[in-house]
C-alpha cells in the first residue's frame, strides 16, 4: 500500500511465493 516500505513488500513476495507454490 501507500507507504508500505520494505515491510509491506515482504509480505506481497510470500504472498507471491505461495501462489506459485500452489500451482
Do not use: A
Not at 12 to 17: D, G, P
Amino acid at each position: 500500500g501507500k507507504g508500505g516500505g520494505k515491510i509491506e513488500n515482504l509480505k506481497n513476495k510470500k504472498r507471491i511465493s505461495q501462489v506459485i507454490n500452489i500451482s
